[in-house]
């Protein structure tokens, strides 16, 4: 799933920068509104993909890796180099590791920054005279602005000796930060970098994002009158006393910056620029248009590049082809599934199957369920036979007895109870059963509990070897069980006509009459 993701991500900050291409004719905070929409679409993605129907794109079918039960080999037919892997799973699965390491790393040094800036913020001496908003410190190094809920436009000490209208630039620059939303839209930008800290165009765009946020900003100022002239003079002169001085963990919007200073200075003098603002229709165009991408993006699962075929034979342990088998293949990387039953002979087939990791499960009347996983790669076909073990039988006593104080006692009762079976399985059935006996002075003392044992019904019919496997109940009530289980006999279990030995697990209970 994180690779069909990446990729989706690559589709979105593609048609971003060519649309930001089309659009640099137009105005800057259009330009940022779309930056800013492409790292919302970022962020809906990952949520988006796996719950969306599943648009499959028609392709060639090729074909993927097959699957085993326990206790089967693989059977390679010659025409593939695929692997099948039985039960094995990797100890630790590094790529999340190294996913989640990035993420952290990419999260702490944005938190970081954030917590310099608020920290300089926290220790800046208020300005009333400039504004309830504005605070002033020596420790910034040029204006800010700072704090989505609670604004803040930070100002350097040496600023209060500015001249007036270099102050008012400044002032104006950091408050349309504020009045743009440009700290939302780059908390936005920068969770989206956490999520796609490995994408080189995700940090490509977060550059674009910034540059046109501070254009945008710088088209605010000069709508408001400002002098282009006196105000690209206002950004020189900032950024000369900035000398280094900038700290390179600030995390918030600054009127002057040395990167991209000179082509900055050339968009405010260029008079042929277009300097309105984002309109609501414009940002609905784009937001419409990011939505039209993103929804059939979700859902677009490319099997074109990842269809298979997983087939095989399904037998019991005789060798003998179990027919009406059911097999069910679970894609453990999304929500695909698919079941399908054995035929006449015992084969499977799945055709046109994503590539991804299985679990196959087999499921017939009489058998044990089976399953394995396993990785399908794309561009094989490989065919598997899968052996099939006979399942247990499981048989239920409830021995009754009675207190002193009870007036009569109830009938012991038994249910046997049998996994029901069909095909060429036909199951166990007991034909002689020998009552437990619920001692006495048990029954006295008011002992009771359910003794759960463990045996081997044998080709004769026998009990074989039981075994107590609850050891908490009483060792008198565990002999009882065991001395009348150890009588029982059976008409053993018939696969394709012959006798074999199958696991039974009994469950004796004593209980009381009240």
């Known amino acids: 799933m994180m690779f069909a993701i990446a990729w989706k991500a690559t589709v979105i900050l593609a048609a971003a920068f060519a649309a ?26 990952p949520v988006l993909v ?64 954030a917590a310099r800036t608020a920290r300089l913020v926290g220790r800046a001496q208020a300005a009333p005279e400039l504004g309830a908003d504005v605070v002033a410190t ?10 989505i809920w609670r604004p803040a436009v930070v100002l350097p000490a040496a600023a209060l000796e500015w001249p007036r209208a270099r102050l008012a630039s400044a002032l104006l620059h950091e408050r349309m930060h504020h009045r743009r939303r440009d700290l939302l839209a780059q908390a936005v930008a920068q969770a989206a970098c956490c999520l796609f800290w490995f994408h080189p165009l995700a940090w490509l765009a977060l550059a674009k994002q910034r540059v046109e946020r501070e254009r945008a900003c710088d088209d605010a100022v000069l709508r408001e009158g400002v002098a282009a002239h006196e105000y690209a003079t206002h950004l020189m002169e900032m950024v000369r006393a900035l000398a280094g001085r900038r700290h390179g963990w600030a995390d918030a919007p600054a009127m002057a910056e040395g990167s991209g200073l000179e082509t900055r200075v050339r968009a405010v003098l260029d008079g042929r620029r277009d300097r309105r603002p984002l309109s609501r229709g414009a940002a609905a165009g784009i937001a419409a248009a990011m939505l039209a991408l993103l929804a059939p993006l979700a859902a677009l699962q490319l099997r074109a590049q990842a269809a298979g075929t997983l087939a095989g034979i399904v037998r019991d342990p005789s060798g003998a082809r179990v027919p009406g088998c059911r097999v069910t293949a679970k894609n453990a990387d999304g929500v695909h599934e698919e079941s399908t039953v054995t035929g006449a002979v015992g084969d499977y087939r799945f055709s046109a199957v994503p590539a991804g990791h299985y679990t196959l499960e087999f499921a017939s009347r009489g058998f044990k369920l089976g399953e394995i996983e396993t990785e399908l790669v794309a561009g094989a076909t490989n065919n ?100 009348a289980v150890s009588h029982w006999l059976y008409q053993p279990t018939l696969l394709n ?17 009240h």
């Open 20 to 45: 930001a291409a089309l659009l640099r004719e137009r105005p800057a905070a259009l330009r940022h509104f779309l930056w800013t929409a492409a790292f919302a679409a970022l962020l809906v993605l």
């Open 138 to 147: 020596a420790e910034a190094p040029v204006p800010l602005a700072w704090g």
């Open 384 to 483: 598997v036979d899968a052996n099939l073990e006979v399942g247990q039988t499981v048989e239920t006593v409830v021995v009754t007895g009675r207190t002193l104080a009870a007036a009569s006692a109830q009938q012991p009762k038994s249910a046997p109870q049998r996994i029901p079976v069909g095909g060429n399985v036909q199951a166990c059935k007991l034909i002689r059963q020998t009552r437990p006996v619920y001692p006495q002075e048990l029954q006295d003392a008011g002992v009771e509990g359910s003794v759960i044992i463990r045996a081997i019904i044998g080709k004769d019919g026998t009990v074989l070897h039981p075994q107590v496997v609850n050891t908490a109940i009483d060792p008198r009530l565990a002999q009882a069980a065991l001395d």
């Open 50 to 113: 796996g719950r969306m129907p599943e648009l499959g794109v028609a392709a060639p079918q090729v074909a993927v890796g097959g699957v085993a039960n326990a206790g089967a080999a693989p059977l390679n037919d010659g025409r593939s180099s695929v692997r099948a892997v039985t039960h094995v799973k990797p100890a630790v699965d590094w790529i999340a590791v190294l996913y989640g390491a990035g993420l952290l790393g990419t999260a702490a040094w944005f938190l970081i920054g």
């Open 497 to 513: 006509g012959q006798p074999i030995e199958t696991i039974t697990t009994i469950n004796v209970g004593f209980e009381l009459a």
